[in-house]
């Protein structure tokens, strides 16, 4: 079975908690806190390895989650970090970010690796938050969540050549004649329904990839005859052959097919309509294909422009074969290779020094702090840095609650909420943590002297 498309979710791993310990030694009294941070979660990364061919394993598996790191040591030790993952990808994996609606990746080296969600922060232990005036903090901090992707996984093939024509010309026939790929082969249409890889090999070992297109027909680039899921896999490729039914027993016209076609490559992508392509008239070993044979060739000759001194470009090369005896293979695969080598282009599955092999996407975009009214009696506060914070509060001790207020106050939340009209009682939602507002000391005093002095008559 051939998969192309795939979506997963991949969640990375939670940093650990960090821990509270004091140093209890002998002739040290007075130890102070040694509480170390948490270990980092584990990394998510997409890698390309060789021997894959499709998307299938993930059709059975489309969520990836990475190990938390460890809880903190005494000593100021730091907890074991997360495992991280590898998943493996196919050469020529398109990744796009389905949350950021775009193409983030396009990996086609073996060896390629591309990191897409980050492990959280371990969380800092009592020993980072001693200072002159609280110099034995009872509290810690918990772990920051690792980052979590939606992914879209694309599979382009990485061929030297791709083989397309309408359905029943010969291309499968072709691959298992020139390569040891076996795919279906029958007399009827859309016998082949996922493209087929195949591996050419020389004498002197130099080896090409061929693979053959299937469901192309006219308005292929509209979805008609599954033409749509195959044509990206021609982008890629660095020659086409157009393979024709030079027979005509079906009752068509080739050259009419090659005009059909052609106008599919282009109505799908433009810039398909300039690569080098090479005819092959194929089924050389019926009559009525012998027959057609010197008015396919001029009609074709005709098509050529006048020769160019000045120019590089080869002319069009026709190939009049038959899968069935042979005839003509071995000219058409050393044209092939000749137009390959020429090319001066290293096939793209293989690594460059144009090809960087370790990538990683940008951190998830930081959303600005915002308070918002749900009901009459709560508000929610959303915001990368601020939900951030909240997931690393141990809401169970009171010293890690008064910190948490401390940095509310700085990162500006407690002015929000009171711009945002917040009362006394109100809950307060930020990520996965509530708590009700309350006025601070200095505010409760303010207002009951406002009130106090409303009641005397002083006005406002």
């Known amino acids: 079975m051939f998969i192309d498309e795939a979506k997963i979710t991949v969640r990375a791993g939670k940093?650990?908690?960090?821990?509270?310990?004091?140093?209890?030694?002998?002739?040290?009294?007075?130890?102070?806190?040694?509480?170390?941070?948490?270990?980092?979660?584990?990394?998510?990364?997409?890698?390309?390895?060789?021997?894959?061919?499709?998307?299938?394993?993930?059709?059975?598996?489309?969520?990836?989650?990475?190990?938390?790191?460890?809880?903190?040591?005494?000593?100021?030790?730091?907890?074991?970090?997360?495992?991280?993952?590898?998943?493996p990808v196919p050469p020529g994996t398109v990744v796009y970010d389905l949350d950021l609606g775009r193409q983030v990746a396009d990996l086609v080296a073996v060896g390629q690796t591309l990191l897409v969600a980050r492990g959280g922060k371990g969380g800092l232990g009592n020993s980072s938050f001693a200072t002159p005036s609280r110099q034995a903090p009872r509290f810690c901090q918990r772990g920051a969540p690792g980052e979590q992707r939606r992914l879209r996984l694309e599979l382009k093939l990485l061929a030297d050549v791709g083989v397309i024509g309408y359905p029943s010309v010969g291309k499968s026939s072709l691959i298992s004649v020139v390569s040891a790929a076996k795919p279906e082969i029958a007399a009827y249409h859309f016998t082949t329904l996922q493209p087929h890889l195949g591996v050419v090999r020389f004498d002197d070992y130099t080896t090409f990839v061929i693979a053959d297109m299937p469901g192309l027909i006219v308005g292929a680039h509209q979805g008609i005859g599954l033409g749509d899921q195959f044509l990206k896999h021609i982008e890629r490729t660095r020659l086409i052959v157009h393979m024709l039914d030079a027979s005509g027993v079906e009752g068509r016209d080739p050259l009419q097919d090659r005009i059909d076609i052609n106008r599919e490559l282009e109505l799908y992508k433009p810039e398909l309509a300039g690569v080098e392509q090479i005819v092959v008239l194929n089924k050389m070993d019926l009559p009525s294909a012998r027959e057609n044979l010197p008015g396919l060739l001029e009609a074709l000759a005709a098509e050529q422009p006048p020769p160019?001194?000045?120019?590089?470009?080869?002319?069009?090369?026709?190939?009049?074969?038959?899968?069935?005896?042979?005839?003509?293979i071995d000219d058409l695969l050393n044209h092939l290779r000749t137009r390959l080598t020429a090319t001066g282009m290293q096939p793209s599955y293989e690594p460059t020094e144009d090809i960087p092999m370790e990538l990683e996407l940008a951190p998830l975009p930081i959303e600005e702090m915002r308070v918002e009214r749900v009901s009459p009696d709560d508000l929610i506060v959303s915001g990368t840095r601020v939900e951030k914070l909240a997931a690393t509060i141990d809401m169970d001790a009171d010293e890690s609650l008064n910190w948490f207020q401390n940095q509310l106050e700085?990162?500006?939340?407690?002015?929000?909420?009171?711009?945002?009209?917040?009362?006394?009682?109100?809950?307060?939602?930020?990520?996965?943590?509530?708590?009700?507002?309350?006025?601070?000391?200095?505010?409760?005093?303010?207002?009951?002297?406002?009130?106090?002095?409303?009641?005397?008559?002083?006005?406002d």
């Open 410 to 459: 700085e990162q500006g939340v407690i002015k929000a909420l009171r711009e945002a009209g917040a009362e006394p009682g109100d809950n307060v939602i930020i990520g996965e943590v509530e708590f009700f507002y309350a006025l601070s000391p200095s505010e409760e005093t303010q207002r009951r002297m406002i009130a106090e002095a409303r009641e005397g008559g002083l006005g």
């Open 308 to 328: 160019d001194e000045f120019s590089d470009e080869p002319g069009l090369a026709v190939f009049p074969i038959s899968t069935a005896t042979r005839e003509g």
């Open 15 to 87: 940093g650990g908690d960090g821990i509270v310990t004091f140093r209890r030694e002998k002739y040290e009294p007075r130890g102070g806190p040694n509480g170390g941070q948490g270990g980092s979660g584990g990394n998510i990364s997409l890698v390309v390895k060789e021997d894959m061919r499709t998307l299938l394993d993930f059709r059975y598996r489309t969520i990836f989650k990475a190990d938390g790191g460890r809880l903190g040591l005494s000593k100021k030790h730091t907890g074991k970090s997360g495992k991280h993952i590898e998943i």
